[in-house]
């Protein structure tokens, strides 16, 4: 597994952010002679802009795997619910983790937003990626063949880090008829080009700019990364048009959609994991599944030490260590009793204050995420999913079957032998197989479904009917009042 072990990258990274985006910075007219010096002197050669492109990696690394992004999704669509507390104080008792109590109970504030950190580092990101995209034309000792690699990694972060935000923070691509309701600030230059305010896009534009940049890398990848380790480590052609079928699928743009994750399938020389190996290969510490596509894997010190990873929030160590989330019998009871994903349960009992006194309960953590993980941007499941979707809409119900059939069978889960209700089946499916991956809040938005939340949820709002302001966060009032140009989203 590849681990950002380059300190000069780590430091880039941290670097960058000091020149963060109009979004996310309000000091950069003081720290911007100094700064732009470091990045001009970091970027005149090749060793220095992979350095660069490291740390690029490692700030959207940090962003999609720190912080409430990893469980947004799955603990507002109700996949998740919380764990007894292990301090003394509170033993047992069972409370919102701080990190998400306003967002959780839907009343996320603008002043104070649980998701303020994921906004400006998104934009530090993009800013970083743009420097790459300004500089690296002008190297003198880089290939043409390296310079247009080096586009491409930086342009598909630039649209992916976009579309992450779109998807926090603007309504699904349908929610108006045109998509002209509010997207997001679509930055393509770094903030030394000189200081704008600029407004949102629409969301039919945010989508044309995101399609864009992806088509556009899409055209300049090579063969091979310029960065070292495996493979899946870093954007690449196939896991590029895999952020591209997710985004046709957003648009709900079913041929593209179809096209691409088809391609993906038949092209990509990646297969499905076995049923066999299914289990034992999420059960592996620190390594990916065999189908993963993308994984942003985690740094680490020289000597080894990990700064964090996907097992904190999740994963079970001892009686005494164990994440803040685990399954809600919500997500449990849509799997078959022979469906081999339910072994990726680990059963646990532990001590609950309940009315006072303590009582033993049942919790479910997830294997998915052993010993040091990555953060998991795509893998191949996920395509087969798309393609299903798409075919459906494309009125090939049985392609639709045929595609859930591959995944059903692969679960040993019984497998569908009519077209009947699979809009809402397939629905089901991702659920059942992407969860704890980021997927179902998005999900729900996307089919215009109602949220609800059963078992485990401690907030006074369980459910939010559709269409709500609530399925997306409030622009931080930071950044709003940075930039007069900034809109709000409705209610906040």
């Known amino acids: 597994m590849k681990y950002f072990k380059n300190r000069t990258a780590f430091k880039f990274a941290l670097l960058f952010t000091l020149l963060c985006s109009l979004q996310g910075c309000s000091d950069f007219l003081e720290q911007e002679p100094g700064t732009q010096i470091s990045i001009t002197e970091q970027l005149k050669n090749k060793q220095g802009m992979l350095q660069a492109v490291n740390g690029m990696y490692r700030g959207l690394e940090a962003n999609v795997r720190g912080g409430v992004f990893p469980v947004y999704a799955d603990v507002q669509g109700g996949n998740l619910k919380f764990t007894p ?60 063949a390296e310079k247009n690699q080096i586009k491409a990694e930086a342009l598909t972060v630039r649209a992916y880090s976009h579309f992450l935000l779109s998807e926090v923070y603007s309504q699904n691509y349908s929610y108006t008829d045109d998509a002209s309701h ?59 048009k895999a952020l591209l079928a997710r985004v046709y699928l957003s648009k709900k743009d079913w041929k593209n959609a179809y096209e691409t ?26 390594l990916p599944v065999s189908e993963i596509l993308l994984e942003f894997t985690i740094p680490k010190t020289t000597d080894g030490t990990a700064s964090g990873s996907l097992s904190v929030p999740f994963g079970y160590t001892s009686a005494t260590v164990y994440g803040d989330y685990a399954a809600s019998q919500d997500l ?92 809402e089946l397939l629905f089901i499916e991702r659920r059942k197989e992407l969860c704890f991956e980021g997927h179902l809040l998005f999900d729900i938005a996307r089919n215009k479904k109602d949220i609800s939340r059963n078992d485990g949820c401690i907030s006074l709002n369980c459910s939010l009917t559709y269409p709500s302001p609530k399925y997306i966060m409030p622009i931080p009032r930071y950044n709003i009042n940075l930039n007069p140009n900034l809109k709000q989203n409705e209610s906040y």
């Open 85 to 144: 507390s292990t301090t003394a104080s509170s033993l047992g008792l069972i409370s919102i983790p701080s990190p998400i109590t306003n967002l959780y109970s839907f009343e996320d504030q603008s002043d104070n937003s649980n998701f303020s950190s994921f906004y400006s580092n998104s934009y530090s990101t993009i800013n970083q990626s743009n420097l790459i995209l300004e500089f690296v034309d002008a190297l003198p000792d880089a290939t043409e």
């Open 182 to 240: 509010l997207g997001i600030v679509y930055n393509k230059a770094s903030l030394v080009q000189g200081l704008t305010y600029p407004a949102r896009e629409t969301v039919a534009n945010t989508y044309t700019l995101i399609i864009d940049d992806i088509t556009k890398a899409l055209n300049l990848y090579a063969d091979a990364s310029l960065l070292t380790g495996p493979a899946y480590s870093y954007f690449n052609k196939t896991s590029a």
């Open 261 to 286: 994750s088809n391609d993906i399938i038949l092209n990509s020389r990646v297969s499905l994991v076995n049923s066999a190996d299914y289990i034992a290969q999420w059960e592996q510490p620190d």
């Open 332 to 423: 449990l009871d849509l799997y078959e009793s022979n469906d081999i994903r339910k072994q990726l349960f680990l059963e646990k009992t532990i001590p609950t204050l309940v009315n006072l006194q303590f009582e033993n309960k049942k919790y479910y953590f997830t294997k998915k995420f052993q010993g040091n993980p990555g953060y998991v941007a795509f893998r191949l499941s996920e395509q087969y999913l798309i393609r299903a979707e798409a075919a459906l809409k494309l009125n090939n119900p049985e392609k639709a079957k045929a595609d859930i059939n591959t995944i059903r069978a692969r679960s040993n889960a019984t497998l569908l032998t009519d077209t009947n209700n699979l809009e």
